[in-house]
């Protein structure tokens, strides 16, 4: 992308096409000072899913691992290590997340993450006010609208399968923003116990993310299932007629 309007343009049309009940959320990671930006509230004792909230809500917020509340993301960004706690297994168990400590070590073994100590914040912001470019596009929204983002991936990488990954666990942190940074890859999310504690997510909603530079392609490809796809399946011409029948 060229320029900041294609970006901001891009993002109210996904909002406005898909009927989006939030913002799609930027997320730049900040491995120098200079690239932290100034004047933009910093966050204080918020877990991640918490400031991914924030943002899909139309706030421009900043997030460090002092102000990070939440010690399983703290790791995941190499903010600070894992407690031994959670690398255990025992809190998760604890939480009822799990029945046995084994299950929550592996859980907890698989997480993606950074390297300790590199990253110095999270700037997170609603894509259609960019100022900057993010490194990730994370969406939260009801599963139907996600569903169609996903179909646009599908179309970007010529009908391969769209595969996820997930834990139940970290859904916001990981799942929707380390995974697609990471590994270069999108991914999906249904949420886990944490985010759907500390947020307002509904229950029929859910997480992708994607790395930034498959935002074009992902744009357009909404716009063109637009004409077509989208409303034709939305009609629900299909059950009604089911519905007539004797």
């Known amino acids: 992308m060229e320029n900041f309007k294609s970006v901001t343009e891009g993002a109210k049309g996904l909002k406005r096409i898909l009927g989006l009940n939030a913002f799609p959320v930027g997320v730049k990671f900040c491995f120098e000072e200079a690239e932290i930006p100034a004047d933009i509230q910093r966050l204080n004792q918020y877990r991640y899913c918490q400031a991914l909230m924030e943002a899909r809500c139309g706030h421009h917020v900043l997030i460090d691992g002092e102000g990070m509340a939440c010690p399983a993301a703290q ?4 903010f600070k290590p894992l407690p031994e706690g959670l690398k255990s297994g025992k809190v998760l168990v604890g939480f009822g ?20 100590n590199t990253l110095k914040a999270l700037y997170l912001f609603p894509l ?13 929204d009801e599963v139907e609208k996600l569903m169609w983002i996903a179909l646009a991936k599908l179309n970007l990488q010529s009908g391969k399968r769209v595969e996820s990954s997930t834990a139940v666990l970290q859904a916001t942190c990981v799942d929707a923003t380390l995974i697609p940074y990471v590994k270069k890859q999108f991914n999906m999310s249904f949420g886990c116990y944490g985010c759907r504690d500390a947020t307002d997510i509904g229950p029929n909603e859910a997480i992708l993310g994607f790395p930034f530079d498959e935002f074009e392609g992902i744009a357009a490809a909404i716009e063109s299932l ?8 939305r009609s629900k011409k299909a059950f009604a007629i089911l519905k007539k029948r004797p």
Do not use: H, Y
């Open 226 to 233: 637009s004409v077509k796809a989208i409303p034709n399946s």
């Open 75 to 78: 790791a995941a960004f190499g």
């Open 97 to 116: 997340i799990v029945q046995n400590e084994l299950t929550g070590q592996t859980m907890l073994e698989g997480m993606v993450r950074l390297e300790p």
């Open 128 to 140: 259609e006010e960019a100022v900057t470019l993010p490194d990730i596009v994370v969406v939260e």
